[in-house]
């Protein structure tokens, strides 16, 4: 894991920008640092790179990276390289390093633009030919890493952060004020079906995409892996090979991904998704796991018993990290100055919390539970939305209902979802996902909206809805978060559900296996029956990692009272006296603690 960026362009690259890019990139990659720049038909090629030097400690294997006549800088892992190598040396092909460096850029020299998908592994990555001068641009199938851009008459800047984008550029960006009030308005899970960032003028490459920009400045743009297309159901494929299928994937997915010449570390809740991945590098990989767990005060989010009990049963090392609730707005101005933009929900800001105590450990890399939920269910309204599959079959559907009712039915708590016939009803219906945003959208002065819509994926409900999570809505968030907040502690964020052929089997499954008995996450579950312990497994509560924000905010306190008060660029678009009436009620929805911590965000980060 590391920092790249770099410029390609007819304008001119000067030293002190270069220095203060490398300086703001130092956390991502405190090991090592090092940069190249090309003059080419009167245009300028710059690739910098920080290093965390994870396989093949070293300096070898340090970027930028020359092969033969080629150069490359990669943010990330590739998880099969071993793999990948034995295939090359069939082929003739010998390596002076041990690590995946190497094994890229000779994948790229014999199978070209085909490489990128064989890659399995996260990563942000620049190419340059140099030979042809021709560059190329590539991100990874899932956008595990992050890959911002921007574009002016000098020429195109890429990095893996917004703030080593300005600096290289040596350029303030304005606010994109729609992008704000999007996220005021509709939350985090609209962030993502737009092009726009938090910046004017600043986007993503696409995930899974390659940019080639040639020796003319000219620019082409296409997928090395179509994912809006790479799935279907096996209508016979029975439960049973669902399952195997699952545990068999699941585990050669954990066996790469623990691939590393330094320790690693797991985020641990009480729920099946780190569980599974604790379990199976304790129980099937015999790896010294060590788990990390944030306790929250509010028993709402509460799992300590149940992690306890799960260390116990595993013995595994565990650290229990109580969340701290100290010195909440300051803390938060350093997670945005650090992120270079506002945080998209509460957890990331514990989240933090948990990967620097992480880090404190001496470790270098963490592994999450993240798209677990997105490949086997796990939301609550998947539940509604399968139902919707039983719709012409009142037996089954009576017998689906009342599993659901004697049991995660009853832990639902938002006003929509609480109606089993919901979509049965209504299989258009969307409103819960951007929850009271007509409310939110009066709390601005000239209001704002935008009206919900989703990509069709999938001709089945509750899959299409699935594959919007994974692609568009929660996924790209959270990947962008585990990111920003590990690497600014320097550690690596590795996401083994996130593994295309896991993925690719979790999708070929029949929809009618998704949801068995009332329970979510019925195949997974079942395919780590054995390996993770039945008390999580048969455990209905979802818990998710979360706070209240009462519990981090006194709004009764001199300061907090202040900040809200106190004169700011925010109140230009959003009205004072409103949110001032809000702050002082007793209990908020969640859904407008949700809101007020997305103006606090917002707050801060444009006095900043």
């Known amino acids: 894991m590391c920092g790249i960026a770099g410029f390609i362009g007819p304008g001119s690259i000067d030293s002190l920008s270069v220095s203060n890019c490398l300086d703001s990139m130092h956390h991502r990659g405190p090991d090592a640092n090092g ?34 006549n080629s150069m ?101 960006f304005e606010v994109n004020f729609n992008h704000l009030k999007r996220y005021l308005v509709n939350g985090y899970k609209s962030l993502f079906k737009t092009s726009e960032t938090f910046f004017q003028g600043v986007k993503c490459l696409e995930k899974a995409s390659l940019l080639k920009i040639d020796n003319n400045l000219s ?62 590098a304790k129980r099937e990989l015999d790896y010294d796991v060590h788990g990390f767990t944030l306790i929250s005060a509010d028993q709402r989010y509460e799992e300590d018993m149940l992690v306890e009990k799960s260390v116990k049963d595993l013995g595994i090392q565990h650290t229990k990290i109580p969340l701290d609730t ?39 890399i963490s592994i999450s539970g993240t798209a677990a939920d997105e490949l086997f269910t796990g939301y609550y309204d998947h539940n509604n939305l399968y139902f919707n599959e039983f719709k012409n079959s009142s037996q089954e559907l009576d017998e689906a209902i009342n599993y659901w009712k004697n049991g995660i039915g009853s832990f ?4 929509f979802l609480k109606d089993p016939y919901l979509y049965i009803n209504n299989s258009n219906f969307r409103k819960h996902i951007y929850l009271n945003n007509d409310l939110f959208s009066e709390f601005l002065i000239d209001g704002w909206y935008e009206e919900f819509y989703e990509r069709k994926f999938h001709k089945n409900l509750l899959r299409n809805r699935m594959l919007n999570e994974l692609f568009e809505e929660a996924i790209p968030v959270i990947l962008l978060e585990d990111d920003l907040n590990a690497m600014s502690v320097s550690i690596e964020n590795r996401s083994p559900f996130l593994d295309t052929d896991l993925f690719s089997h979790a999708y070929s499954v029949p929809s009618k296996f998704l949801i068995y008995k009332g329970k979510t996450k019925s195949i997974l579950r079942e395919a780590m029956r054995g390996i993770v312990p039945d008390f999580i497994l048969d455990n209905d509560r979802k818990v998710g990692f979360n706070a209240s924000l009462s519990e981090l905010l006194d709004f009764s306190s001199s300061e907090t009272l202040d900040f809200f008060k106190k004169d700011s660029k925010i109140y230009e678009i959003v009205n004072k006296e409103k949110i001032l009436n809000l702050i002082k009620q007793d209990e908020l929805p969640n859904s407008f603690s949700k809101f007020l911590f997305n103006f606090i965000n917002a707050k801060i980060f444009l006095e900043q």
């Open 35 to 68: 940069y190249k720049i090309f003059t080419h038909n009167n245009h300028k090629i710059a690739l910098l790179h920080t290093r965390l030097a994870i396989i093949d400690l070293d300096n070898r294997s340090a970027q930028p990276f020359r092969y033969q």
């Open 72 to 172: 490359i800088i990669f943010n990330g892992e590739i998880y099969n390289f071993i793999e990948i190598r034995a295939e090359l040396e069939v082929h003739g092909f010998s390596f002076k390093t041990t690590g995946d460096t190497e094994v890229v850029a000779a994948a790229i020299d014999f199978w070209g633009d085909d490489a990128y998908s064989k890659f399995e592994g996260m990563w942000a990555m620049a190419h340059l030919d140099l030979e042809s001068m021709n560059l190329t641009l590539s991100r990874d199938k899932f956008g595990e890493k992050p890959f911002y851009i921007y574009e002016n008459e000098k020429g195109l800047y890429f990095s893996s952060e917004i703030n080593s984008l300005r600096n290289l550029a040596n350029k303030s």
């Open 219 to 280: 620019k082409s743009h296409f997928l090395f892996w179509d994912f809006t297309n790479s799935y279907e159901e096996n209508k016979d494929m029975s439960f049973r090979d669902a399952v195997s299928g699952t545990r068999d994937k699941l585990i050669q997915s954990m066996n790469i991904r623990t691939r590393s010449d330094v320790p690693l570390a797991f985020c641990m809740s009480g729920g099946i998704d780190s569980n599974s991945l604790i379990s199976i």
């Open 326 to 364: 100290n010195n909440f707005l300051n803390n938060l101005r350093e997670l945005i100055d650090c992120h270079g933009q506002p945080v998209s929900t509460i957890s990331y800001y514990i989240h933090w919390d948990l990967v620097k105590n992480v880090a404190k450990n001496g470790y270098k």
């Open 412 to 415: 639902v708590r938002n006003p």
